[in-house]
Structure formats: structure tokens, C-alpha cells
């Protein structure tokens, strides 16, 4: 039986898949629990429709990631923090800073797309960062932790 996946099924396909799996599993697990729905000649059209929507939608986000790691690739944030004399921060430098830091540049950024290549920035210097803007754009981002 031809079947279109609704949702990933483990072992089976991902989302929007068109699989064929024996009558008695599609007719007993797969359509009732609502996991997938039958491939109806309607049903592929409807599918087909969706996908073409779906990917001019994904294209237009990924390029306006892609405009906003070039954006980002020539600058420095600067991100200010307290430090000592000899240049030890007191705390260190986390993800939600160099967000702030960059919004206050002008790009809106989420904290939790931010990962710092170092395990913890305690001291005062020049860093390097990365940020998943999109599942396939990874923008470098340069930041310099100055004391305040």
C-alpha cells in the first residue's frame, strides 16, 4: 500500500515521504495513530503543491541568511565586561552577551544559535564565534571582549 508520511516514522521515512509498507501496518498502526494518510492520486497533487511552496519559502530564508553572514563577516563586536588589572574577567564572557552585543549592531540573532569555540572566555582579547543562521549558512562572527 502506498502511503505519505505525515510525521518521521523511525525506520520508516521522514515527513511528506511516499513509502510503500504491507496493508496491515498501514491499516492498523500508520493511519489510525494519524502518522500518515493514504497516496490518493489528490493526495500527491496536494503534496507535490506543498513541497513546491515549501522550498521557495526555505530559499527565500536561506538567503536572507546568507545576506546576514555577509553582513557580519566584516565586522568586530565589541562586548564589554569587568575585569581586574591583569586582564582576568571577573565571571566570563556566555552566548547571551555577544547576542545583546550584536543587536545593539544592529542584527537580530537568537543565543541559542551562537556557539564560542573556546570552552569559557575569562580574559580580555580577540575571540571567534559561529552562528547557525540557517541549516546550511554558518556565519563567522569576530568579537573582542573589552574591559569596562
Not at 24 to 35: C, Q, S
Not at 47 to 63: G, M, P
Not at 64 to 82: H, N, R, T, Y
Not at 100 to 109: R, T
Amino acid at each position: 500500500m502506498k502511503i505519505i508520511l505525515k510525521q518521521d516514522v523511525q525506520h520508516l521515512g521522514y515527513a511528506n515521504d511516499i513509502v510503500n509498507v504491507r496493508d496491515g501496518y498501514a491499516a492498523n498502526y500508520l493511519l489510525p495513530k494519524g502518522l500518515a494518510i493514504l497516496a490518493t492520486d489528490s493526495a500527491l497533487k496536494v503534496l507535490s503543491e506543498n513541497l513546491k511552496q515549501k522550498a521557495f519559502k526555505e530559499e527565500k530564508i536561506k538567503t536572507q541568511a546568507q545576506k546576514m553572514a555577509e553582513s557580519l563577516k566584516g565586522i568586530v563586536v565589541k562586548v564589554g565586561a569587568k575585569a581586574g588589572e591583569n586582564g582576568k574577567i571577573f565571571g566570563s564572557v556566555t552566548t547571551v552577551q555577544l547576542a545583546e552585543a550584536i543587536k545593539k549592531m544592529g542584527h537580530e540573532i537568537d543565543r541559542k544559535a551562537i556557539s564560542i569555540d573556546e570552552d569559557s572566555i575569562k580574559n580580555i582579547g580577540s575571540y571567534t564565534a559561529k552562528a547557525r543562521l540557517h541549516r546550511d549558512v554558518v556565519a563567522e562572527i569576530n568579537f573582542e571582549v573589552i574591559a569596562e
